[in-house]
C-alpha cells in the first residue's frame, strides 16, 4: 500500500486537542491561524491527506474544513484547495514589551558608508552569474555534488591556474591550489599548519587588519611588527637580530592595506631572500591587486620564488565577499598538508558556487567585469581626489594609484572628532587608528576611506557628508 503522507501534499504540524477528533482539529487550526503560525494564503494539505497524516477519517476532516470555511477561517474554491482567509486574525495575547529606547544619532543606521574593504554590491554581475551558473550546473558530473576533493573543484583550480598565471604573473598548477572560504579561512588553515611546524612567530606589517591579527594569536602565534615608512615595510628589518625568531611573514605587497603602497622592489627582493636564507614562508595578501588605475598591476610577490611564497587570493573585492570562495597557490612542500588541514576542519565553499566561478572565470566574463568596475572605481577615485580639492584643499590624497580606498591625512590631534562628526552626519568612516598594530606608535592622523563601497546612487551623497566633515 502507497504512503499517502509520504507522496502526497504539504505537511501540517496539528496537535489534536480534546476528546471530539473533528472538534479537536477545529481548535488547532484555529489556534494555528491566531497566532500567525498558518499565514493568511497559506494552501492546507487536503482532506485525504491530512486524515492520512492523522490518522482519522477524511469526513471528520472534511467536516472540520467545511465549518472554518462557515467561520470565515478558511476558503475553498474549485482548483485552488483550501487555503487560510485572507483577512486580519487577532493576535494571541503577548505582555507588552516595553518602549524600545530611541537611538541617538550616532547609533543609528549610517545613510552612507565609505567603510574600507567592500566593492559595490549592487554592482554584482547578477545577469552574467546566473548564465555561467545555468551552463555549470547543467554541464557538471553527478559526483560533483558529492563531498570530493578536499582542495576544492578541479574545474574551478584549473580556471584559477589560468587566470592566476595570465593575469597577476602566479606560477599556479592545479594541485598547488586550495579553495577556501575566504582569506581568514585560508590564514586559520595556514596558522595551524605553521604551528605544528613548529613556527612560533609571524611578523605582520604595522598597518593591518586586527581581525587576521586575532586569528593568527589565537593559533598561539606571536606576532611582531615590521616598521613602515613612506616606501612601505620595510622588510630588510627581518634580517635583524630581534626578528630572529621569526619563521613567516604576512605581507600586502601589490597594494598594502591600508596605506596604499605598493611594495618596492628591493624590499620585495628582500623578503624573499630573507625567506630562502631561513626556509622561511611568504604569506601574500593579494589585496585588490587587480584594480590599478594609472600603469599596469603589479605582479604577485609569489612569481619570484613560487616554493617559498604562499599565494592568497578571494573574489571578494572582484565580485562580492558573500561568495566565500578564496583560494591559495601553495608551494610543493605544503600542499598536501594544507589539504589534509582543511579537510579536518571542514570548510568548503558549495559545489555550484565554485562550478559557476570557475565557468565565469573560463568565459572570460570575470576579465569583462573586472575592467568595467576598474573603469566604475578609477571615476569615483578621480571625482573624490577633484571634490578635496576644491572643498578640502588642506586634505592630503595618499594610496590612490590602486585599490578601492584612500588615505586622507588629518591636521593632528583631529582624527577621533571627524570620525565622530562623521557618525552624527549619518556618515560611516574610519580612522587610521582602526588598523595600527598595538607596537606601532600613533604618529599621524588619517582618514582611510573606502570610495568602492557605496552604491552609485548613494555616491553623491556620500562624498558630500565626507567634505562636510572634514576640518
Not at 575566504?182 to 595551524?192: E, N
Amino acid at each position: 500500500m502507497t504512503d499517502d503522507w509520504a507522496t502526497f501534499g504539504a505537511d501540517l504540524h496539528v496537535e489534536l486537542r480534546g476528546t471530539g477528533l473533528r472538534t479537536g482539529l477545529m481548535d488547532a487550526l484555529r489556534e494555528a491561524v491566531r497566532t500567525g503560525r498558518l499565514t493568511p494564503g497559506t494552501r492546507l494539505p487536503s482532506s485525504r491527506t491530512l486524515a492520512a497524516d492523522l490518522g482519522i477519517a477524511r469526513n471528520t476532516v472534511a467536516d472540520a474544513y467545511a465549518e472554518l470555511v462557515a467561520e470565515g477561517w478558511l476558503t475553498a474554491r474549485q482548483g485552488s484547495g483550501t487555503r487560510v482567509a485572507r483577512r486580519a486574525a487577532p493576535s494571541a495575547r503577548r505582555p507588552a514589551a516595553a518602549a524600545a529606547p530611541r537611538p541617538s544619532p550616532a547609533r543609528s543606521r549610517p545613510a552612507y558608508s565609505l567603510v574600507a574593504g567592500s566593492p559595490d554590491l549592487a554592482s554584482f554581475p547578477r545577469a552574467e552569474w546566473l548564465k555561467a551558473a545555468r551552463r555549470a550546473l547543467t554541464a557538471a558530473p553527478h559526483e560533483a555534488f558529492g563531498y570530493g576533493d578536499t582542495r576544492g573543484r578541479i574545474e574551478l583550480r584549473t580556471a584559477l591556474a589560468d587566470y592566476l598565471a595570465r593575469a597577476r604573473g602566479v606560477y599556479a598548477e592545479p594541485g598547488r591550489i586550495v579553495v577556501c572560504s575566504g582569506f581568514v579561512h585560508g590564514l586559520m588553515l595556514l596558522a595551524a599548519v605553521l604551528r605544528r611546524r613548529r613556527v612560533r612567530e609571524v611578523a605582520v606589517e604595522s598597518y593591518g587588519l586586527d581581525l587576521h591579527w586575532r586569528r593568527l594569536t589565537e593559533a598561539g602565534l606571536r606576532l611582531p611588527a615590521l616598521p613602515f615608512d613612506e616606501r612601505g615595510t620595510r622588510t630588510e628589518e627581518l634580517a635583524g637580530p630581534e626578528l630572529k625568531g621569526v619563521g613567516a611573514v604576512l605581507l600586502t605587497p601589490a597594494h598594502q592595506f591600508p596605506m596604499g603602497v605598493a611594495l618596492q622592489p628591493g624590499r620585495r627582493a628582500a623578503a624573499v631572500d630573507w625567506a630562502r636564507r631561513t626556509n622561511g614562508l611568504i604569506l601574500e595578501d593579494d589585496y585588490d591587486g587587480e584594480f590599478r588605475y594609472d600603469r599596469q598591476p603589479v605582479g604577485a610577490l609569489q612569481g619570484l620564488d613560487p616554493d617559498r611564497v604562499v599565494y592568497l587570493g578571494t573574489a571578494s573585492k572582484a565580485l562580492a565577499p558573500g561568495l566565500r570562495v578564496g583560494w591559495m597557490v601553495l608551494p610543493e612542500s605544503l600542499a598536501e598538508e594544507v589539504a589534509a588541514a582543511k579537510g579536518e576542519s571542514d570548510w568548503a565553499s558549495g559545489t555550484p558556487d565554485q562550478l559557476t566561478l570557475a565557468e565565469f572565470i573560463a568565459s572570460g566574463a570575470y576579465d569583462r567585469h573586472v575592467r568595467a568596475m576598474r573603469l566604475r572605481y578609477r571615476r569615483r577615485r578621480d571625482q573624490l581626489v577633484a571634490a578635496l580639492a576644491e572643498r578640502a584643499p588642506g586634505i592630503r590624497v595618499s594610496g590612490i594609484a590602486a585599490g578601492l580606498h584612500a588615505v586622507l591625512e588629518l591636521p593632528p590631534g583631529t582624527e577621533a572628532s571627524v570620525v565622530q562628526a562623521a557618525a552624527w552626519q549619518g556618515l560611516a568612516l574610519e580612522g587610521l587608528a582602526r588598523f595600527r598594530h598595538p607596537a606601532t606608535p600613533a604618529t599621524r592622523d588619517a582618514l582611510v576611506v573606502g570610495y568602492g563601497t557605496p552604491p552609485d546612487s548613494a555616491w553623491s551623497g556620500a562624498l558630500d557628508a565626507l567634505c562636510r566633515v572634514l576640518p
